[in-house]
């Protein structure tokens, strides 16, 4: 079993060396799509007014010992603008489509919880939230920020979907020693859930690839602390009689790992850019720190895996390949279509 891993997702802001975040949806990946004319619309499903599902906003840090960060403050944007609030109900442009979600209880995160159909606000096109928190170490004080795109589009024919729930409370996040969390997929036809006649088959993200987990074919798999190394990747594929329906990819994060990778992306803000004129690459080149500190902990080389949005391989012939380091380029994105997503893992 490797040392540590971390995955990275192209376009995501975050301060090197320092914190790793991303957006969480308990729910599974939320998309909404809309039936009729723009001029017209006759159904948007799944209807957010009656599913009210919540974003989190995740934070670990290899300066924090037990590896969540809490945020001072957050501040939540749709689509670039900023969603004001009154209390906990988003008002002005975007007047009682978002409440805030703030840490209490067995709840570690803040959050934004979207509580009508964003479909209309958006333009009946992809939505993205991002997310900008300040966290405060000492006397330093940081800027972290994730973001999620929602895709929404006009429903075409029969439209299956597939996403990976969280089956518990820990919103994919392992916080203890000895702990676990559960993962879930949910297929939906139309916007309905249908669970009739449905098989299941649960990869995981390694060195070499995705590998079949034997004997895991039921809707749920139970992640141990012990089976990831800080981030572990895993995918379901659902069969409906037999075919094909959908596949989803979910992450898991283990804070209480003893070991962080820090990615050390050039440049920092981890952006490519589609214009020639602008950024075309980002290189990694990693190490790994013990949880609490910024110092250095094993020498070891990294295995790289780049992947677009369903899990396809971009690198296929270098990913058994360990090195120091590894770029991502322009052309990963072209051929992706748009983000694309780095797994760095330790070499044993």
């Given amino acids: 079993m490797s040392s540590a891993a971390a995955t990275r997702t192209i376009k995501f802001i975050a301060k090197a060396g320092t914190y790793s975040a991303v957006i969480m949806c308990p729910d599974g990946d939320l998309y909404q799509e809309w039936e009729g004319a723009i001029n017209d619309v006759t159904n948007i499903y799944p209807d957010f007014a009656a599913t009210k599902p919540i974003l989190y906003f ?7 010992a ?37 840490p209490s209880g067995d709840n570690l995160y803040y959050g934004l919880q979207i509580v009508g159909n964003i479909a209309a606000a958006s333009g009946y096109a992809p939505a993205v939230i991002k997310m900008v ?16 795109t929602i895709p929404i589009q006009q429903a075409t024919g029969t439209s299956y979907r597939v996403t990976i729930a969280a089956g518990d409370t820990k919103n994919f996040v392992i916080t203890e020693k000895g702990d676990s969390v559960i993962l879930k997929a949910m297929a939906h036809l139309s916007g309905a859930a249908i669970t009739k006649n449905l098989t299941y088959q649960w990869e995981k993200m390694g060195a070499s690839g995705w590998s079949v987990l034997a004997g895991k074919t039921g809707q749920t798999l139970t992640v141990a602390e012990t089976d990831i190394d800080t981030y572990g990747e895993y995918r379901v594929t659902v069969f409906r009689d037999g075919a094909e329906i959908g596949k989803d990819i979910q992450g898991v994060m283990d804070a209480s790992d003893p070991y962080d990778i820090d990615p050390h992306p050039n440049p ?27 110092i250095k902990a094993l020498n070891t080389l990294f295995f790289f895996v780049i992947k677009d949005a369903a899990g396809n391989y971009l690198n296929a012939g270098e990913m058994a390949t360990a090195k120091t380091s590894c770029t991502v380029t322009r052309a990963h994105c072209v051929q992706a279509g748009g983000d694309v997503s780095i797994t760095i893992t330790a070499q044993d």
């Fill in 58 to 64: 995740v934070c670990t840090s290899s300066r924090v």
């Fill in 66 to 102: 037990e590896g969540v960060a809490t945020p001072d403050s957050i501040d939540c944007y749709f689509n670039g603008t900023k969603i004001t609030f009154s209390g906990d109900t988003s008002t002005g442009t975007f007047a009682g489509l978002f409440k805030k979600v703030a």
């Fill in 268 to 294: 920092e803000d981890e952006a490519i850019t589609e214009d020639p004129s602008g950024n075309g690459q980002v290189t990694y080149t990693p190490v790994v720190v013990k949880r609490g500190t910024n």
């Fill in 133 to 148: 928190a300040k966290i405060s170490y000492g006397t330093q004080s940081d800027d972290i920020q994730a973001d999620y």
